[in-house]
């Protein structure tokens, strides 16, 4: 009895969150299109078998989707992400011992199990999933991640979406007919390099020698060929470092040039960055704005970007957005059409366990100021993003916005938008 991984990858995932709430598209070819209605960013199994292809524009496939049934949707991320969130839960508590990898994705460490237990134990995460959530997943098992990541993919294809990769002989067959680009962590690049030197398949790597490996694709490489070889070499990350920077930015609906839309735009993007900064217990300590036409019209250009440290690290949208909009109003000039505008916080930390500053606010003040954020937080999770906003983001039709024409209600998360059961 060993300790084997379970890599659970939710499949389809914004088509089949679309389906939920919308079970009439079972069997029907579904995709789904990124930020204002660009590109096909995901497919339902149909779609993909009638060839439509991931990334493609949207407008060159407008007289195909009508002409052969497929459901189009904007994306929806604040559905997306709830659900996600709806899984995550779930599979927490198969095992103390996750790592969420994605949206989508997540590693579970299983130890001490025999083989039927595990086989057991994923086919009740699956049912689990589907059964609490309606989003069907698929299990990949193995002793190392990067195995388990090879299994989810046999696993999409199997019957009961669940695949055990321990064999040796096994293993060997699976690797025999996999390219080396399709491991996790080798990538393009690394495949091309490999090619050149002979080492065609995923197998041919594995048996490739340990210094060669080293030699020509680090070790970062050779410990990818060793999990190839079932010794596990890269371990759940339980507590990833925070990210340098967030960035919350969007390309207009339409272009706009009036200092005030623009104002709205940006209030809103800082508002959304701080409620990301305080769900991830992070403070920033700079703020910087960006703002740019778009190059692909023929008219005069400009791009402008400014970056302000903040007297005080903060959390606080109160704090964040007075200098945010400065620094807007610093960059703006007038006469240009601006396409996309953003806000990026950087100089993270942790928001505990750090060095306070004379500057910040203390004591009752600062109990307050947490508190508002706090109150705003839970009004907006619970009533839809944008339910309490500052007044400066507008009140009126937002000129700004992205295009979402066809995005589907905010189920989960907006009581305007719940679902109506007949
Ligand atoms: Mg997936």
């Known amino acids: 009895m060993r300790d084997f991984y379970l890599m659970v990858d939710c499949n389809n995932f914004y088509a089949s969150c679309e389906r939920v709430f919308n079970p009439g598209l079972a069997g029907k070819p579904v995709v789904v299109l990124s930020n204002n209605d660009g590109c096909v960013i995901a497919r339902s199994n149909e779609a993909k078998a009638m060839g439509v292809v991931m990334g493609e524009p949207a407008y060159k496939r407008e007289a195909f989707f009508r002409q052969n049934g497929v459901h189009v949707f904007s994306s929806n991320y604040a559905l997306y992400g709830d659900m996600s969130a709806r899984v995550m839960r779930i599979l927490s508590n198969f095992s103390g011992e996750m790592e969420v990898y994605s949206i989508d994705e997540c590693f579970l460490l299983l130890r001490g199990l025999n083989t039927p237990s595990l086989l057991q134990t994923a086919l009740e995460v699956r049912r689990t999933v589907r059964e609490w959530t309606g989003i069907p997943v698929c299990v990949g098992i193995a002793r190392t991640k990067t195995l388990a990541k090879i ?23 699976v690797l025999q007919g996999m390219e080396t680009g399709d491991i996790w962590g080798i990538g393009r690049k690394g495949a091309r390099r490999l090619c050149a030197c002979g080492v065609h398949t995923a197998l041919d790597l594995k048996r490739q020698d340990d210094d060669w490996v080293r030699r020509h694709l680090t070790v970062t490489g050779l410990r990818t060929v060793l999990e190839l070889r079932q010794i596990p070499c890269i371990a759940l990350e339980d507590a990833p470092p925070p990210a340098r920077s967030l960035v919350c930015s969007r390309s207009f609906g339409t272009r706009i040039e009036s200092l005030a839309s623009l104002e709205e735009a940006v209030s809103a993007y800082v508002q959304r960055a701080g409620e990301k900064l305080r769900r991830k217990g992070l403070v920033a300590g700079a703020v910087q704005v960006f703002l740019e036409t778009n190059r692909f019209q023929p008219e005069p250009q400009y791009a402008g970007s400014r970056c302000r440290a903040l007297p005080a690290p903060t959390a606080s949208t109160l704090d964040l957005h007075g200098p945010a909009l400065e620094i807007l109003r610093d960059i703006h000039k007038p006469g240009y059409k601006y ?21 910040e606010p203390h004591g009752e003040e600062k109990a307050k100021r947490d508190a508002l954020m706090r109150v705003m937080d839970r009004i907006n999770t619970a009533h839809g993003r944008g339910t309490l906003t500052l007044a400066a983001s507008g009140l009126g039709k937002k000129e700004w916005h992205m295009r979402q024409e066809r995005r589907s209600p905010l189920y989960t998360t907006s009581w305007a938008e719940l679902p109506v059961v007949h």
């Open 151 to 173: 299994a989810n993919r046999l696993a999409k294809k199997d019957g009961d979406g669940v695949r055990l990769l321990e064999n040796e002989e096994d293993i060997d067959r």
């Open 339 to 359: 396409q996309k505008a953003g806000v990026i916080l950087l100089d993270l930390s942790p928001a505990t366990g750090r060095q306070l500053s004379f500057l």
